[in-house]
Antibody, heavy 122, light 108 residues
Framework: QLQLVESGGGLVKPGGSLRLSCAAS????????MSWIRQAPGKGLEWISY????????YYADSVRGRFTISRDNAKRSLFLQMSSLSAEDTAVYYC???????????????WGQGTLVTVSS | EIVLTQSPGTLSLSPGERATLSCWAS???????IAWYQQKPGQAPRLLIY???SRATGIPDRFSGSESGTDFTLTISRLEPEDFAVYYC?????????FGQGTKLEIK
């Protein structure tokens, strides 16, 4: 069964760092692009980063470039998001999602994880 | 960056009625790379439509997508009680892969 499970969210002070993880199961993880998407409380969806199966291709949204780093460990079937220099504007539920088409970045997202909440506050 | 604008912001309809949700792109979206998602409170989004008009696996045929230039439409032919949710369009033709701001479909 296709499944993505995020972890690592929590309360962090402004300027702090946090590392999110996403554990994948039920599919050939290394064959798929993966993305992180976030949703601030009561707001819409914001794509923030994606990574190819081989980690050779990585893109970031302007809002996080230079502060966030996406990575993956295919042997452990895991996706990561290292976040630093956090501010209140980064408070959101963070979702990982698989790009639905095998080997392609141009794809809708299926499935999504359940999300993990990151709260940046002093 | 391609900006997606969804309309209306809120749509109030009754079960059994037809819903038409719009998504306008600020520039051409390559290869019709538009997806639609449904999100219910406290849940992750669910993929409904990809490639502007192809239904994702397991999605009922009352959901359909269409396009006309830079205008994209999600139609729900006959609303079921479980269809009342927030709907987002997304373009994945060029980075950054932007989302629209969402349309809330509420029960009238």
């Amino acid at each position: 069964q296709l499944q993505l499970v995020e972890s690592g969210g929590g309360l962090v002070k402004p300027g702090g760092s946090l590392r999110l993880s996403c554990a994948a199961s039920g599919f050939a993880f290394s064959d798929y692009y993966m993305s992180w998407i976030r949703q601030a409380p009561g707001k819409g969806l914001e794509w923030i980063s994606y990574i190819s199966g081989s980690s050779n291709t990585i893109y970031y949204a302007d809002s996080v470039r230079g502060r966030f780093t996406i990575s993956r460990d295919n042997a452990k079937r895991s996706l990561f998001l290292q976040m630093s220099s956090l501010s209140a504007e980064d408070t959101a539920v963070y979702y990982c999602a698989r790009h639905d088409r095998r080997y392609y970045d141009n794809s809708g997202y299926y499935p999504w994880g359940q999300g993990t909440l990151v709260t940046v506050s002093s | 960056e391609i900006v997606l604008t969804q309309s209306p912001g809120t749509l109030s309809l009754s079960p059994g009625e037809r819903a038409t949700l719009s998504c306008w792109a600020s520039q051409s979206v390559s290869s019709s790379y538009i997806a639609w998602y449904q999100q219910k409170p406290g849940q992750a989004p669910r993929l409904l439509i990809y490639g502007a008009s192809s239904r994702a696996t397991g999605i009922p045929d009352r959901f359909s997508g269409s396009e006309s230039g830079t205008d994209f439409t999600l139609t729900i032919s006959r609303l079921e009680p479980e269809d009342f949710a927030v709907y987002y369009c997304q373009q994945y033709g060029s980075s950054p892969y932007t989302f629209g701001q969402g349309t809330k479909l509420e029960i009238k």
